[in-house]
């Protein structure tokens, strides 16, 4: 069992940035997918952005492209989330997922308790 931790959260004025980390307990995230998602109550979970493993390809949802930015440590341990130029509809809980298997916009065996992202106005 693979338990995810998302770190990074908070409050932060439009047009502001946020860094949200992801880590896996007692195990690094080398050899995993990882992604990023978030919801906002009443609606569904929107995909965000996700890495692979091996060749570290990354892919972003159109909402997000061009301001956020998902990597990995250099050791392999972490995945962050880096938000730029966030706007109010940034709000959300962020949630972490991994795989062993491919990356993809939804197919995740492992996720995170979620973490809070508010962006005042």
């Known amino acids: 069992q693979v338990q995810l931790v998302e770190s990074g959260g908070g409050l932060v004025q439009a047009g502001g940035s946020l860094r949200l980390s992801c880590a896996a307990s007692g195990r690094t995230l080398s050899r995993y997918a990882v992604g990023w998602f978030r919801q906002v109550p009443g609606k569904e979970r929107e995909f965000v952005a996700a890495?692979?493993?091996?060749?570290?390809?990354?892919y972003y949802g159109d909402s997000v492209k061009g301001r956020f930015t998902i990597s990995r440590d250099s050791a392999k341990i972490t995945v962050s989330l880096q938000m730029n130029s966030l706007e109010p509809e940034d709000t959300a809980t962020y949630y972490c997922a991994a795989t062993e298997y491919i990356v993809s916009r939804s197919e995740y065996d492992y996720w995170g308790q979620g973490i809070q992202v508010t962006v005042s106005s």
């Open positions: 890495i692979a493993w091996g060749s570290d390809n990354t």
